[in-house]
């Protein structure tokens, strides 16, 4: 308000009230602007050059806006005041700037004078703006998101980035802030984040208009709750996507992709789905032909069918780009719906580097026409949809581009000009998939691997790589940041290659593969892993080197019983998992947490970059660090460096290495509860830095008091066996609530009803838990069952369910 009396004029401002908000000039500026409320905490807020009408349909938002009861008020001094029960906007009309504040005057956010608002340019001979808006924060608040970066970073301060769409960085022009207000930058070109002393800004190269949306949600929490009403709430992912998935660059044959499910049975080791990788279409000119033509693929049906009878699933890479010589790329030539961008595979010819006397022909398609996503789809389901297949893994949604002219991006695309939506391509590619396949059946979920995201996909059942990521422990710890910051965009399903991409360099005088007994590859891969188990995916996946857990040893040995361990691990909290999915979808939680998500009163968690909370319970401490053998700085490899395999054989090999030594790690705990050790249920209070044994098999891993953690049965895949006899382990310290969650699998009769929870709460000053009674029904659910109720600190129960209530005193 303060800067509203700064002025020295007293009239009252025009301004044309709108069902939804306010539309008003500010002279001075030659700006008009309209605010528009899509509910009590969030508006968006249009900004054009004056006297120009811009219609513009969000590829992100799907929320419509809304008579939301807002109080529009112009005290004496003429700023234009507008009042929620939780929002408080003042607009000056002289300046035009807008300051964000909760009701009681507490600043949140404040616009700062925008003097290069819309500077000309000229895209592709059509005139438009570069546009730009700078706001003032505080120094003492965290501000994160922006999508995934590979920095290291957990708060996105003191940096200058410019976001575009890459192989390892998926960009969302969206920040949240420790204050509990987030910011979507509704642009899709390549723009520029600053956050420096002066200023918190976004500067896209085209726009025809600042457009943004404020949102205010008291917390990290809140704020991703309005980003999904706005953006898209996340379908349920079916339930086996969450057991173990093992992938390779690349199986090379049919009997080797189904060869590989019968050894993990064999063995014993869980796991829930194969993935295949590129060419079983057969060479470069037939380039993501979405047909089987490789002749070591030629009985696909059978393929997969032999998949399904060992009980797992199967998900295949498919791209955005198309060799000359197939279907697809006929028809969307025919259309026009075809770029001409500098993409991957550069040669025809198979090797490294790639021989340009042979060029691919290789060509992106346009995923922003609607035509050619028919196109895409008709292509898909007949050649491998209709056979089958589980899941899609969409490589290369950014697209591959290089040797970038500025000409590549004049391009029209179905939407405008390629420079001016180029980030969004992930959306609209991922979506185009998404949508077809639902409009097709709704007995199979819809799952999508993919390697870059926009802010609005979570709404399309995808689950975002990090992309061919080096086999480095300074790659592997940038993870953990990459991992937060994108879930705290808004969506919450991501994950890595486990041991990352690029593992050449480990590849030592052993030969090839010799990674695999490479103790220093060994130990980063067992690390690697075990942080998988706290992903949303848990998905081994990289090139040269095997990554099925056979070649590196056997049961008894180290190495190999840490890798099964880890899997074994994910298979026990299957239940919370599933049920935590749930609580993604059903009340827009997030599955990895920034440690101040839940503890933003205890500063010490602001900018921890090591550590994260999984679901509400958990908190995992990944060792992020060599223990056991050198770590061996690794030369950072450009994009696409590492397929030059002539120059990876440099890291030197330790003889000998004793993995059984326990080591110690520091880690920090939150203050404000108490702490288990889950692997020794010692209970520790908050607020502390502690020095954690750890043993290969073993990273630090703590439960929050108050958590109810079902543990399911051992099993070799999700539907092996029912949950009919699970543990309910009950950390006490704190009251505590849980919902178990349960439906059909892999169908969407969920949006139907088709479902049940079993609401639990643990009370702890009685010590009783009571398991609530059950609420709704599905096909096939359990009528009768068993919980195990086990106290930590104390003894266990054995009860009945039969969907009553029932109390359990512990």
């Not at 800004?201 to 709750?225: K, L, T």
Request: proline share 5%; charged share 20%; with cysteine.
């Amino acid at each position: 308000m303060a800067l509203c009396l700064l002025t020295s004029w007293t009239w009252a401002q025009e301004f044309q009230k709108t069902t939804s908000g306010i539309k008003t000039t500010i002279s001075g500026k030659q700006t008009d602007i309209e605010i528009q409320w899509f509910g009590p905490n969030t508006l968006r807020v249009l900004k054009t050059p004056q006297g120009k009408s811009v219609k513009k349909e969000s590829l992100s938002v799907i929320a419509q806006p809304q008579n939301s009861g807002i109080k529009i008020t112009t005290p004496g001094n003429g700023c234009i005041v507008m009042k929620s029960q939780t929002l408080t906007v003042i607009l000056n009309p002289q300046t035009g700037i807008i300051t964000y504040a909760k009701p009681n005057g507490d600043a949140l956010l404040i616009e700062q004078e925008n003097v290069k608002a819309f500077t000309p340019v000229n895209d592709a001979g059509r005139s438009t703006y570069s546009v730009y808006q700078g706001f003032t924060t505080s120094k003492e608040e965290g501000l994160y998101g922006l999508g995934q970066l590979q920095n290291g970073q957990m708060m996105q301060r003191g940096m200058t980035k410019h976001l575009v769409q890459g192989n390892v960085e998926d960009v969302s022009p969206f920040f949240q802030s420790t204050k509990g207000y987030g910011v979507f930058w509704d642009n899709y070109s390549g723009t520029t984040y600053t956050d420096n002393e002066q200023e918190t800004s976004f500067c896209s190269e085209v726009g025809d208009c600042i457009d943004y949306y404020f949102m205010y949600g008291g917390s990290a929490d809140g704020v991703i709750a309005e980003v999904r009403a706005l953006t898209g709430d996340v379908p349920m992912m079916p339930l086996w996507s969450y057991g173990f998935m093992q992938s390779k660059e690349r199986y090379k044959s049919q009997e080797e992709t189904v060869g590989v499910v019968k050894k993990y049975r064999e063995l014993g080791i869980p796991l829930d789905c194969i993935i295949q990788d590129w060419q079983y279409w057969g060479h470069n000119y037939l380039w993501n032909a979405m047909d089987f033509q490789n002749p070591a693929f030629s009985r696909p049906k059978d393929m997969i069918d032999e998949v399904h009878a060992l009980n797992a699933r199967m998900m295949i890479s498919i791209w955005s780009s198309f060799g000359p010589a197939t279907k697809p790329y006929r028809a969307l030539d025919k259309e026009g719906l075809l770029f001409d961008i500098e993409t991957w595979p550069q040669s025809g010819v198979d090797g490294w580097p790639p021989n340009l006397e042979y060029p691919s022909g290789v060509r992106v398609y346009d995923a922003y026409s609607p035509k050619a996503r028919d196109i895409y789809w008709e292509h898909l389901n007949k050649g491998i949809f209709q056979l089958g297949m589980d899941g899609w893994w969409m490589d290369s949604t950014e697209p591959d581009h290089f040797n970038h002219k500025e000409s590549d991006f004049d391009r029209q695309t179905g939407l405008g000009s390629y420079r001016s939506v180029r980030n969004a391509y992930p959306l609209v590619s991922v979506g185009g998939v998404s949508d077809h396949q639902r409009a097709l059946t709704q007995d199979k979920r819809v799952i999508i691997l993919t390697r870059s995201g926009f802010l609005g996909q979570q709404r399309y059942g995808s689950n975002v790589w990090s992309g061919d990521v080096q086999s480095s422990w300074d790659m592997f710890r940038k993870q953990i940041t990459a991992g937060l910051n994108f879930s705290l965009t808004g969506m919450p399903h991501w994950n890595s290659d486990l041991g990352g991409f690029f593992a050449g360099s480990y590849n030592t005088s052993w030969g090839d593969n010799s990674a695999t007994r490479n103790p220093m590859y060994q130990e980063l891969y067992v690390r690697w892993l075990q942080f998988g188990v706290f992903c949303p995916m848990m998905r081994s996946h990289g090139a040269d080197v095997p990554r099925e857990f056979y070649w590196y040893g056997k049961k008894g040995e180290p190495i190999y019983d840490a890798l099964v361990d880890a899997v074994k691990l994910r298979y026990t909290l299957l239940p919370y998992i599933y049920s935590t999915s749930w609580d993604v979808t059903h009340n827009r939680s997030t599955f990895m947490r920034a440690l101040f998500m839940d503890f933003v009163n205890d500063k010490q968690t602001w900018n921890v970059n090591d550590e994260y909370m999984f679901g509400k319970a958990f908190l995992v401490a990944p060792v992020l660090h060599a223990q056991y053998t050198p770590e061996v700085q690794q030369k950072t490899l450009e994009e696409n460096e590492g397929w030059n395999r002539d120059s990876k054989k440099s890291a030197k090999t330790p003889i000998l290495t004793d993995f059984t030594h326990s080591k110690n790690m520091e880690v920090y705990l939150p203050a404000g509860t108490r702490w288990y050790n889950f692997w020794t249920n010692e209970a520790i209070e908050g607020g502390q830095k502690l020095v954690i044994s750890t043993t290969l098999n073993r990273i630090p891993l703590f439960v929050r008091a108050g958590s109810i953690v079902p543990c399911g049965p051992d099993v070799q895949y999700t539907g092996e066996k029912k949950w009919d006899n699970l543990t309910l382990c009950v950390y006490p310290g704190e009251n505590g609530n849980f919902t178990l969650y349960e439906d059909e699998g892999d169908n969407y009769n969920y949006e139907n009803g088709a479902y049940t929870e079993i609401p639990m709460n643990w009370d702890n000053a009685s010590r009783i838990l009571t398991i609530g009674a059950r609420k709704g029904e599905y096909n096939g659910m359990l009528q009768k069952r068993q919980f195990i109720v086990k106290a930590i600190d104390g003894n266990s129960k054995t009860v009945t369910y039969t969907g009553k209530k029932i109390r359990v005193k512990l």
